[in-house]
């Protein structure tokens, strides 16, 4: 997915009209500051390795394209999955419109950890694959894997979960963490791909993040509050770059700094840039709309206004061969480190 959001005081009061986000406005990256230090408390570990074969498995399903049978058979195992580590698992299924005028059959997922928890964090990221690789050089209508687009996000929560379950009471975290996994995110209209394309949308609402616009109008669980929210994106490539983008900060300072602070005690400093980045369409925008203080952890490319995203993105290129586990550690550690904080 994932445009450019327009500067966020141009956008105000239309965020929900927007559809175009402006793709040349120019990035607005502040001055690099120095991360502050922290005292980290005791955390489990979170195993690169085991994120990995979770990303290879969801990759060797096949496209997660909503309404083939790859889709429904990687919906079932991830329902399976955190079944298997004892968390409470929701399940919301939904059709919606593609901007192509495709009617697709979604679900979001959701996996509930310590559920009578007061204190809550949520884990966002889409579990679906985008069905073209609008982006590639060469071959712009074959399917992709969405190995780091998709399954790698999907890869850290679900290894922070095993994680988790195989905690002692004395060992688990002071807050409940619920895992939700968006459906038909991915399946949005890119103007500067597609232009040759309708949009049959236009006007109607944002062709993305059609699973996260449906739960932010569908709260599940009812009435769901936390206190800030995580969604991971493309965070499993080679040498991936994490910015602190516009409307995460805008919304959810104080989780940024943490996050960014515990990478940096981690020692994750080539991972968690401590630059700030410009906004971009993503879950974040709707579960912020819906009250959780949403970070974005995405991998982009903070210094470079003619180019947001790696070149893997929306590519035949996001395959196995540039995930690295080390890029999943990195972000899974450190977020389940933050899981420890207070
Ligand atoms: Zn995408």
């Not at 690789?133 to 979960?161: H, R, Y």
């Not at 893997?312 to 080390?326: E, F, G, P, W």
Request: aromatic content about 10%; some cysteine; charged content about 20%.
């Amino acid at each position: 997915m994932r445009t450019l959001r327009l500067p966020l005081a141009a956008l105000a009061g239309l965020l929900v009209l927007t559809g175009c986000p402006d793709k040349k406005s120019t990035a607005t990256v502040d001055n690099t500051t120095a991360p502050a230090e922290i005292k980290l408390p005791n955390a489990p570990v979170f195993s690169g390795d085991s994120a990995y074969a979770f990303t290879a498995k969801q990759v060797a399903f096949g496209p997660r394209v909503p309404n083939s049978k790859a889709h429904v058979a990687t919906g079932n195992w991830l329902v399976a999955k955190f079944k298997s580590y004892g968390l409470k698992v929701m399940e919301q299924p939904f059709e919606a419109m593609t901007f192509d005028g495709t009617l697709i059959k979604a679900r979001n997922i959701v996996a509930q950890y310590q559920p009578q928890a007061a204190r809550r964090v949520a884990i966002f990221a889409h579990w679906d694959t985008r069905p073209f690789a609008d982006n590639d050089p060469t071959k712009k209508n074959a399917p992709m894997d969405g190995a780091s687009d998709g399954a790698s996000a999907v890869a850290v929560a679900l290894e922070m979960a095993r994680v988790l379950s195989l905690q002692p009471d004395s060992l688990a975290p002071n807050v409940g963490v619920d895992f939700i996994l968006f459906d038909a995110e991915d399946w949005g209209y890119d103007s500067g791909t597609q232009a040759d394309l309708k949009n049959q949308l236009e006007g109607a609402g944002d062709s993305w993040c059609l699973g996260s616009q449906y739960w932010s109008t569908h709260l599940l669980p009812a009435n769901y509050k936390a206190e800030f929210g995580v969604l991971f994106d493309m965070v499993g490539a080679r040498g991936a770059k994490f910015s602190r983008e516009e409307l995460s900060r805008e919304k959810a300072r104080f989780a940024v700094d943490k996050i960014w602070n515990t990478a940096a005690a981690l020692g994750y400093t080539d991972y968690f840039l401590f630059s700030d980045s410009p906004g971009i369409t993503d879950d974040h925008v709707y579960t912020n709309q819906a009250g959780i203080p949403t970070v974005d952890i995405i991998d982009h490319l903070p210094n470079n206004p003619e180019q947001y995203f790696p070149n893997y993105h929306h590519a035949t290129t996001d395959n196995m061969s540039i995930i690295d586990r080390n890029t999943l550690k990195a972000v899974g550690q450190t977020v389940l480190q933050v899981l420890y904080l207070d």
